[in-house]
């Protein structure tokens, strides 16, 4: 087990970097973007003198290296800053939203990855059958439309006048657990039709191909059932792709989920980033960023480690 | 009514204001009974608003968009207010009365008004809120508009502000909502505040997603306001917000999709709103800048657009055809007599013969960040312009960043202007020699000269007189095309109640409706 903790610490150490090198990026590309938060924040109405206030007021006539690496100190000591916008501590804005933007990946998840894998496992028992063709086309049907169609389609059919579900959910306050599972339910349907495809049609992959392995077949020779054949023998061996295309989804459910955030009105990260972009307003733009960086990289490595722990020749090594 | 181009025969049903001329109603009411039953308490206000940002704040030097403006009047009081005929009425400031030369201004302000925290008005409230936007230092977006105060004087209700130049329309500016009363603690405003003494208290905001209000019991308006609260949510995407008012998550919607507003219309039990006020939209030409400089060029571009396609097509019929100057039809001083431009490639043509060219060929850049539809509006005014011998290229700019690197950085592109409720401050903002948002970089002598002795006269008739001349500049020799008014077009549930005239200076009933709408 030793070079499992070996490969997480290795892992972790590089993330970090990965997490630097990902603030140096967005730091210049969003000094690269036109304009700077004081003209941007004033719009129309900027005069020379009010920029020129505001900017020495935020402190952003200072050159760009000073002003990253004074960001960099104080994120090492756990401070995110503040908003330049309002001055709100960045660790709050970014903390409500990021409790809004999980959960609503994992009621997404919570659906998704029980029926992708459920489909895929089915698909691969009946491959090439009715029930296959159908379950791969309604799939890629769903992930070939554009979110936001999906989204409306959604609306039409189950909000609407006397509809099942609100066709917006925002949340001025927080709802009981029942109250928020039936308004979040159009969202997370939504986002549950964009990755089902991915997830399901890994599954079916790597379990059929699996299906031509000698061990499959001696299984089949001993007259197992053919449900038990996936199911016992084949899955396993098919967990690692399986759980690295689920991380990725999931990775996607965390940081790419705006346009679903837009049209539900749904508070999350998304409009956050996009907002504060919008606005140069630099440490809240990094601190989601890294937020964003950090779900890849621990999403990842969780991944890997599965897989790893799904693989008993890795497990036990030589 | 008569300047509501109405190709989709918007009266047909809905509730639509036009342009509000002053003290004249323009209202036709939908079943043509002015009958009305009183207003009454009660319910909870839910708005759907299409702007808001999780970068807005709470100072009022930074208020730009419609999410903290109408925050503002929910609120925040002012010392004055722009009434729904557009006439200014007291609010604060129970009187004012200016010295001869309207350099020096009095007002005297209402006794016994509250702030939500108990906190009782006073002068130095008034004083610390206007200095907030004054100073070296100000980071206020209001500042230009003050910046003519040079002195303050508060004692205890009497706060007398002395000008640097004359100004007979100081009281209005003090209207602006950038400049709501706040309380002062030692002889400072806290700009972070939520207290107010308006309408409703915040009970809670979060920008870029909602507010909520409750009603504010002490309010020293008797009976107002009605509604117990108010719970404003922002919805940016247009279906979404539609969606929402017709699955009845909210009450009113401030903006309706143009394209779709038709369709919206035959919902039973919604209603459209359209108020034409003094939202313009422009394309400002360098005056400075070649062929610019010279006024027959811009004249021939000026009828070069076709402003009744705009119009019907752009605005979908809601909105009025603009003469190339920013005051609008309801306006105090509008100019009657100012012939109405069309669009005449012959006119276009002979003005180019006039600037010594047979041909032109300029670049408009736009984006639609500068106004809704400034893209198809620039391919419209490419294909009209052909006709008259020229040549636009249309060259499309992100809408990132606009206001900074494209608006007064290339020589020619959009603009959308909200309006100013009086002649002087749209002028003095967009036209004046040497003013930060002069677009068109036009410096103009007589204009200049009418615009500062227009400003400090009393007499009305004098002062129409002046104004008049200046439109008539403004449009003929300016460097500005204005070529449609746009009205605000929101839509709200028929449970909602609104007073028979409906404010023209901003969205939201001059972003009041929360004082002056009720439940039916």
Known sequence: MSHIWSMVFQRLALGFLTLFIVSLIIFGATELLPGDFAQEILGQSATPETVAALREKLGLDQPMYIRYFGWLSDILRGDFGESLANGQPVADLIGRRLGNTLSLALYAAAIAVPLSLGLGILAALFRNSFFDRFANASALTSISFPEFFVAYILIFLLAGREGLFPSISSFRTDPSFTEYLHRAFLPALTLTLVVTAHMMRMTRAAIINLLASPYIEMARLKGMKPMRV??????????????????????????GVVVV?????????????????????????????????????????????????????????? | MSRLSGSHGISRRGVLQGATALGTAALITPYGTPLRAAPKRGGTLRVGMAHGSTTDAMDPGTWEADFMIFQAHTRNNYLTEIAADGSLVPELAESWEASADATQWTFVLRSKVEFHSGHKLSAEDVKASIEHHLGEDSTSAAKPI??????????????????????????FVMSDYHLPILPAKDG???????????????????????????????????????????????????????????????????????????????????????????????????TRAAPFNDVNVRQALKYSINRQQLVDTILNGFGSLGNDHPIGPGQR????????????????????????????????????????????????????????????????????????????QKPFAGTYWGGRPTEDWMFATAYSEGAAWNESFWSHERFNELLVKARSELNDDLRREMYFEMQDLVANQGGTIIPMFAAYVGAYSDKLAKPDQVASNWRNDGHRIGERWWFA
């Open chain 1, 230 to 255: 996936i199911v016992k023998h084949a899955l396993p061996n098919a967990l690692a792709p399986i759980i690295n295309v689920v991380a990725l989804n999931l990775a996607y459910l965390i940081t």
């Open chain 1, 261 to 318: 955030e837009v049209v539900f009105v749904y508070p999350g990260l998304g409009q956050l980033m996009v907002d504060s972009v919008a606005a140069r307003d630099m440490p809240v733009v990094q601190g989601v960023a890294l937020i964003f960086a950090a779900a890849y990289v621990l999403l990842n490595l969780t991944a890997d480690v599965l897989a790893t722990l799904s693989n008993p020749r890795l497990v036990h090594g030589r």
């Open chain 2, 146 to 171: 003050v910046e003519g105060i040079t002195d303050i004087k508060a004692d205890d209700l009497t706060v007398t502000f002395t000008l640097s130049n004359g100004n007979a329309d100081f009281p």
């Open chain 2, 188 to 286: 400072k405003i806290d700009p972070t505040t939520q207290d107010g003494c308006g309408p409703y208290k915040i009970a809670s905001i979060e920008f870029g997603v909602g507010a909520s209000y409750v009603r504010h019991d002490g309010y020293w308006k008797a009976g107002l306001p009605y509604f117990d609260g108010i719970e404003q949510i922002v919805i940016h995407d247009d279906a979404a917000r539609q969606n929402a008012l017709l699955s009845g998550e909210v009450d009113y919607i401030d903006t309706a999709d143009l394209n779709t507003v038709s369709l919206l219309e035959r919902s039973p039990g919604i209603e459209i709103l359209a108020v034409t006020g003094t939202q313009h939209y422009g394309l400002p030409m360098d």
């Open chain 2, 333 to 408: 001083f509008f100019n009657t007599e100012l012939e109405q431009k069309a669009y005449d490639p012959d006119k276009a043509k002979f003005y180019l013969k006039e600037a010594g060219l047979d041909k032109l060929d300029v670049d408009i850049h736009l984006a639609d960040a500068a106004f809704a539809g400034a893209m198809d509006a620039g391919v419209l005014f490419a294909e009209s312009a052909t006709a008259g011998g020229i040549n636009i290229n249309v060259v499309r700019e992100p809408n990132d960043g606009y206001w900074s690197n494209v608006w007064m």
